[in-house]
């Protein structure tokens, strides 16, 4: 196995390596795409911190699917033993406390981390071609992060897993027609229980390994068209590139390295910053929590469900919040790509940052006073940004263009 | 990202109410006053439990609270936790019946044996106000540890012009100032195996530090884990930086 055939090494024009690896890299293209792809990669040099979240997600992704496999192990899809089991994990299993902390930090700074990528992709103009199927692919994995981010705070079967689940059903009933149908499917009854349950149980485990299997999608997709930049203009030659190892290996590594501080931190000292005590409480079908609302990575979009007058209506304009963010290639085809060159677009990109997080903060007021105006306006703001402002300022970029070539 | 603490307490105190107070008119108004703050063993990011006050106040629990709350979630073998030996934990173990199978028989419990939730508990007293579960007391009550101390050394007369209603006491920091728990701790309801003296104050100290532990066995645990990590991380990190540095150093 040590020593390959010497006159296979000459049919390879990359200089395959020589021993256990040259047999292996005869045999399976691992050897070759992985030099090709993660240690040759051409990248270009003026990439900033803002492009090391990628490597962040990965490794955050990873960890979730291994925590979550160690609970899974532990974990009683039913509605009269998950809530006990996850006392079970969190008091006796060994090492258990730090298995689910480790799964329960990484849902909020895994969101959270996804949300500073998206923002990159918007604000750098990722989006545009030829990466409208990366940026496709990328908002696919966004919705199904949500959902199965969703469907993991019901598992535990406390009192807002429960409520949630309820609040759920009953958005999904205001579709017209199949809306309790889809409620009934939804819930697995007629109200929150062993069904539901053994749903979000299977949806949150199948969805999570095809989150993995997306991701696989996403960085093919990546190393199609490379990285964009910051300038937005490709880089003009090798000159302007750096082979990904050691480059970015190292830049990488130490950006995964303060992002585990950051982990470390919110998970070892400062918890109270993600944990929802309500969901200490048991589920209790009989008893209606004055203040019903989920993770703070959702509330954005519950803002906008309630800022809506209608049921339908906050559930349409939820649902297409995200699905806006889909038709982004299409929205904006300025010639310009970055925003550090498009000085309205900026702008507009600040303004729907701030609109985001009033949202979120309408959305845990439960848009009560002045905040319901506060929702109904930044929602207005969301897709006036996305409908209007995109295509506008495209068009008035590319008439600058043709007015001087 | 984490929203204000008001809300949570407003969500859980509402639960809690209907718990604790069968007058629920009373408790609509939601008042009570400001629980004081008070230094905690386990207090901050690096702060770890008492453990002794820990035991002491299991001896609270045991002789007092354990008559009317249940904590069904913790299992005798747990209290090894709070630094009692195989031998003691099976011997608290010992001191306790559980059910055995069906037809009413009973058995001693065991190390793997939760704690067992008395009947009023359970609901099996008509009319009764049912205690809730200790075993998440102190994560789940809204104010936390000092309040749980407040509203246990909180009892007096009503002021002028307040009558309670029967089977109701004053507790300025219950919620609506009303409760149903008669008052539970006075000076020597325990006595100590460690000759501390077992005044109101010091009963109410150790038993809300041990529902703190109960609520959060791990929690010095995960402190201590947290600093190694963070070390370790922080010596990585350097290593990193200056790894980054020296790769890049021929790029500008």
Same mark, same amino acid.
């Given at each position: ?122 604000? +750098? ?79 949150? @485990? ?62 070892? =000292? ?26 703070? +990575? ?27 963010? @889909? ?58 940004? @996305? ?19 | ?147 749980? +101390? ?18 109701? =006491? ?83």
């Amino acid at each position: 196995m040590a020593t390959a055939p010497s006159d296979h090494d000459t049919d390879c024009s990359e200089g395959r390596p020589a021993g256990a690896l040259g047999w292996i890299g005869a045999r399976l293209p691992v050897v070759g795409a992985f030099t090709r792809e993660y240690v040759r990669f051409p990248m270009p040099r003026s990439l900033n911190v803002l492009w090391t979240v990628g490597a962040m997600l990965t490794v955050a992704l990873a960890l979730m699917l291994l925590s979550g496999l160690a609970l899974a192990l532990h974990y009683t899809p039913s509605a009269a033993g998950a809530f006990a089991s996850i006392e079970e994990i969190e008091r006796r299993v060994p090492g258990g406390w730090l298995l689910r902390s480790m799964h329960m930090t990484g849902a909020s700074l895994f969101v959270g981390a996804l949300y500073l990528h998206l923002f990159r992709g918007l604000y +750098y103009g990722s989006y545009k071609a030829p990466r409208e199927l990366l940026w496709l692919v990328g908002m696919t994995l966004f919705a199904m992060v949500l959902a199965t981010a969703f469907a993991g705070y019901v598992l535990p079967w406390g009192q807002m897993s429960y409520w949630g689940a309820d609040v759920a059903g009953k958005a999904i009933a205001a579709v017209p027609g199949v809306g309790p149908v889809l409620e009934r499917m939804f819930l697995g009854g007629d109200h929150p229980g062993d069904g539901t349950l053994h749903r979000l149980f299977v949806l949150h @485990f199948t969805l999570a390994f095809a989150v993995l299997g997306v991701v696989g999608m996403h960085i093919a997709a990546l190393h199609v068209s490379g990285p964009g930049t910051p300038s937005g203009r490709p880089p003009a030659g090798p000159s302007e590139t750096l082979p990904f190892h050691p480059y970015f290996t190292a830049k990488d590594g130490l950006a995964l390295v303060v992002f585990a501080l950051a982990f470390a931190a919110v998970m070892f =000292f400062l918890p109270s910053l993600i944990v929802e005590p309500a969901n200490y409480r048991p589920a209790n079908p009989m008893r209606t929590p004055p203040n019903i609302e989920p993770e703070w +990575y959702l509330l954005p979009f519950y803002g906008v469900l309630q800022s809506v007058p209608s049921k339908l209506g906050g559930l349409l304009a939820s649902v297409g919040s995200i699905l806006v963010l @889909f038709a982004a290639p299409w929205l904006d085809v300025s010639p310009l790509r970055s925003a550090r060159e498009r000085p309205v677009y900026r702008a507009g990109m600040a303004a729907l940052v701030v609109a985001f997080i009033l949202l979120g903060m309408a959305g845990a007021r439960h848009v009560q006073g002045v905040w319901l105006y506060v929702g109904q306006a930044a929602t207005l703001y969301y897709f006036v940004h @996305f409908l209007v402002l995109m295509p506008l300022i495209s068009r008035r970029e590319i008439a600058a263009a043709k007015r001087a070539p | 990202m984490n929203r204000p603490s008001f809300l949570r307490g407003v969500a859980s105190a509402a639960i809690v109410a209907a718990l604790l107070s069968p007058t629920s008119s009373l408790a609509a108004k939601g008042e009570h006053d400001p629980s004081p703050k008070r230094a905690w063993s386990f207090d901050g990011p690096l702060g770890h439990f008492d453990l002794a006050s820990v035991q002491r106040g299991y001896a609270v629990y045991a002789q007092v609270c354990s008559n009317c709350h249940g904590m069904e979630h913790v299992h005798f073998g747990d209290l090894r936790g709070m630094g009692l030996n195989d031998h003691q934990a099976e011997a608290v173990a010992e001191s306790h019946t559980v059910p055995d199978g069906a037809e009413g028989k009973t058995r001693p419990a065991t190390l793997d044996d939760a704690f067992p939730t008395p009947p009023v508990a359970q609901g099996l007293t008509p009319g009764a106000v049912i205690p809730p579960d200790q075993s998440r007391l102190a994560v789940v009550y809204p104010g936390g540890p000092d309040r749980i +101390y407040a509203l246990l050394t909180g009892y007096g007369p009503p002021p002028a012009g307040v009558t309670e209603a029967k089977d109701t =006491f004053y507790n300025r920091f219950a919620l609506g100032r009303t409760i149903a728990m008669p008052p539970p701790l006075h000076d020597g309801s325990v006595v100590y195996a460690d000759g501390t003296q077992a005044t109101l104050d010091q009963e109410a100290q150790d038993v809300t530090t041990f529902l703190a532990w109960v609520a959060q066995p791990h929690l010095d645990e995960r402190r201590r884990v947290g600093v190694r990590v963070t070390l370790y991380l922080l010596f990585l990190g350097c290593l990193l930086f200056i790894l980054k540095r020296r790769v890049w150093s021929n790029v500008h």
